[in-house]
């Protein structure tokens, strides 16, 4: 039938078999993957971040308690039906009269629904509106439901997530961008999301690992972390590296970073106009940051202690070879800052004041309360975690980015779903969200044991409940100076769990409040002019009573940190350059150890 037209809509023919047949070949790919994936767990045991098991048991002890009364079930059911009623009443009158649709809004802030459409065509408003209040009945219907708070805690948890998948943004046919694609493209961008989907399927080795950023357009050390430097000392577990200085002096007493070994220490320093790194450096500080290892099976047995003496105090020593100074400034990141604080009160156990000053970032002291975390940090998980790490020698990192991928099921998952697989966009390429692929691994033995001394018990604030390298530790020995900051909208390590600190040690402490959450709170440069912080010079035991009596200011806390570190770093010196002192440069920042990547 030569010279009839494609029908409309729809791919032609030419393209659409060429690509029929590229993805035919990729799915075998991905199927062969899948079931080598499979037979592999099968004989090493495989591990889900979700308890399966604890979650049923939450979900038996709700449907229980809701059937238990079921006067007051029917009133919630009367209560939906009430609300979809209403509902459709008002769309009806809209549909006559051109006037507004009820029901529940969406926040501005809810990007699921930023086009336009839903809101202007009365379809989609509707659709959006009857998901919202359905959703917000659900809520309320486990909110309001008696179980006992780690049964709610769970149940509310997985609840969200499912509602947040049944979101009419997420699919296809109900979802006015992907239609509005669809009516361009001719349909292309759903042939280009199916091939999204088998390449992160092959990515993942058969198991879907979604893509949220192009990571070819980043390396570290090329574009991410260039702030120059040497790496001056080395051990099994860290790197430690001397920023080479930016000023015609510096204080005489250095700044040593402690970050996180659950991920990468470069989300301090990702680009130049947002490297705390970098801002550090310019302030004239030098400035040592540790860069931990990516551990595999060969480094299983390294404990919390081993961090904190191949850690903390390894790169102590070090500095004092490097540059003569003995005395040094602290600033720990996350769990950096509990290996921080940790340190501090063995130090002060030990009666060695080599540490000046602390600055600590988003650190949990008391962790009774530890948000959203505690639906994967339980006894049962624990002993599921023991058994798989026991084979492998630690966990893999994939895992801890599942975790925090659904804590922000709707920016980490959803949003890259609608985008990569119904759309048929690729990402963009965000230095952020590199990072945040760029997951690491822990080792068995460190991991077990701060699971269950300090997420589970809860040990660090109980005189000696901690003991390190044969040392009970006790917070209110410490009297070291510290700047503590957390961020208020923080879903990995909640404020009120940071705020405790001031009342804990022995010495004086500022706690400063962030906007904005667990990274961009604290990656927060004073140029940006985002989110603002809250001071306040006194710090009542209760952390909401602190927070109703602070001030508020605008921009970087960044600004307040400074002026309290610069009291505390001495008289300014001449600048030291990274491998002329008592420390010879072994390579070039970032180091190696910081580029190794997990395997998928």
């Known amino acids: ?115 336009n459409a839903w809101e202007e065509n009365l379809v989609f408003n509707y659709l959006k509106q009857a998901y919202l209040v359905s959703s917000d009945w659900v809520n309320m219907l486990v909110k309001d439901t008696k179980t006992t708070p780690e049964a709610k805690d769970q149940v509310a948890f997985f609840t969200r997530q499912f509602l947040s998948a049944m979101a ?120 040592f940051v540790i860069s931990w290892v990516n551990p595999r099976e060969d480094l299983a047995d390294k404990s919390f202690a081993d961090y904190m003496k191949e850690g903390p105090l390894a790169a102590l020593g070090a500095i004092e070879k490097a540059i003569g100074e003995r005395e040094v400034n602290v600033l720990g990141f996350c769990i950096g800052g509990i290996l921080t604080t940790a340190t501090l009160a063995y130090l002060a156990a030990v009666g060695d004041d080599r540490i000046k000053s602390a600055s600590l970032m988003a650190t949990m002291v008391d962790l009774k309360d530890v948000g959203e975390v505690s639906v994967f940090v339980n006894d049962a998980q624990l002993r599921r975690i023991k058994g798989h790490v026991a084979q492998k020698g630690y966990l893999e990192g994939k895992h801890m980015a599942d975790m925090f991928s659904m804590m922000r099921e709707n920016d980490l998952i959803w949003s890259f779903v609608v985008n990569n697989y119904l759309l048929g966009k690729d990402p963009m390429p965000f230095d952020l969200l590199y990072w945040n692929s760029d997951s690491t691994r822990l080792p068995a033995e460190m991991l077990v044991y701060y699971i269950e001394n300090f997420y589970l018990k809860n040990l660090l604030m109980l005189p000696g409940g901690i003991e390190l390298a044969g040392v009970p530790l006790d917070l209110a020995k410490i009297k070291t100076p510290i700047y503590s900051v957390a961020t208020r909208d ?101 180091g190696t150890y910081v580029k190794v990547r997990n395997a998928n």
Not at 239 to 244: D, F, K
Not at 527 to 538: D, I, L, V
């Open 1 to 115: 039938m030569t010279g009839q037209k494609p029908i409309r809509g729809v791919p032609e023919p030419g393209t659409s078999l060429e690509d029929l047949q590229s993805l035919a070949e990729q799915s075998q790919r991905v199927v062969l993957a899948f079931w080598e994936r499979q037979a592999k767990e099968a004989k090493t045991g495989g591990f889900s971040v979700i308890d399966g098991e604890g979650m049923a048991k939450a979900f038996q002890e709700f449907s229980q308690s809701l059937w238990s009364d079921p006067a007051r079930l029917l009133e919630q059911q009367i209560q939906l039906w009430q609300a979809n009623v209403d509902l459709a009443r008002s769309f009806h009158v809209r549909a006559m009269v051109a006037g507004d649709g009820g029901g529940a809004a969406s926040k501005k802030s809810d990007r699921r629904f930023k086009d």
């Open 168 to 287: 009419p943004s997420n699919f296809a046919l109900t979802n006015p961008m992907v239609l509005e694609e669809v009516k361009k493209t001719g349909g292309k961008n759903l042939v280009d999301g199916f091939k999204n989907l088998l390449t992160d399927l092959e990515k993942g080795r058969g198991e879907l690992k979604i893509s949220m950023t192009n990571e070819a357009a980043f390396a570290v050390g090329d574009n991410v972390a260039v702030t120059p430097g040497k790496v001056i000392f080395q051990n099994d577990l860290m790197q430690l590296i001397q920023y080479a200085p930016a000023t015609e002096s510096v204080f005489k007493r250095p700044l040593l970073v402690v970050p996180p070994w659950i991920n990468k220490f470069y989300v301090l320093d990702l680009q130049p106009r947002n490297s705390l790194v970098k801002w550090i450096v310019d302030q004239g500080y030098t400035l």
């Open 490 to 590: 923080d879903h990995i390590a909640p404020w009120v769990s940071c705020y405790p600190l001031t009342q804990a040690t022995g010495g004086p402490v500022r706690f400063v409040l962030g906007g904005s959450g667990h990274i961009a709170g604290i990656v927060n440069p004073p140029a940006s002019g985002k989110y603002g912080f809250w001071t306040n010079e006194k710090t009542p035991a209760d952390p909401e009573a602190w927070l109703s009596d602070a001030k508020a200011h605008e921009g970087s806390w960044w600004t307040d940190w400074g002026r309290w570190l610069a009291r505390k770093s001495g008289a300014k010196v001449g600048p030291r350059t990274p491998g002329t002192g008592g420390l010879k440069a072994i390579e070039d920042a970032p």
